[in-house]
């Protein structure tokens, strides 16, 4: 278990404090050297197993815990993040994994889930890290693209332009980052998902963000895993 120093020096007071739990060393040793150059990420603590991560989150109240469920021995990271996040509702939890769990997915409330082997593309794992500090739903890309849309569910009445939108909303992807993608005006992601939400029957309200409610129905209503 390591804890940084308190006092930041080189990272920017409103970057993203941010706890790493992962039991294999060299393994959170190229997580840390990854996010290391990330003026926006900070790094606060490490720790290898999920009791030491409920401690430091209680001690450290970080902003996002990015989390290996599969810890060898003791308590789970499932366990943990789920103890992290009824002492700290708004604790963001970025779950790292091995394999897709979409019954954990979709039952978790939220939860980020990012695949081990596709952590060396950083840009997945800081859009993953702010967007749980935000409170969004952020799934790998790799695992959106095995997804298709269940048979007569409201997710087939979506047009192609609309997924398209719904799977970059998925991959933590701003406004700005979108509409550059998507050939579009930032003002119309906005109104299309009001329409992705009226075609899938979301009922929205002040509790649940937008983009959590669209990402939860889509993989609600598609298979591939």
Known sequence: MLVKDKVRTEKAVSATRTIIVEDEPLFRQLI?????GDPEIDVVAEASTGEDAI?????????????????????SGIEAGFAIKFARPSTGIVVLSSHVNKQLIVNSGGWSYLLKRNVRDISSVTRAIRGASWGMLVIDPQITEMLNPRANTALVKLTVDQLQLLERVAHGMSDMAIA?????????????????????QIKLDNRVDTRVAVVKAYLDQTRGF
Not at 32 to 36: E, Y
């Open 32 to 36: 840390l050297s990854l996010l290391a």
């Open 55 to 75: 401690g430091l989150a209680e001690r450290l109240q970080p902003e996002v815990v990015l989390m290996d469920i599969e810890l060898g021995g003791g308590m």
């Open 180 to 200: 550059e993608e998507m050939a579009m005006a930032e003002p119309d992601i906005s109104r299309q998902l009001v329409e992705i939400c009226q075609v899938l």
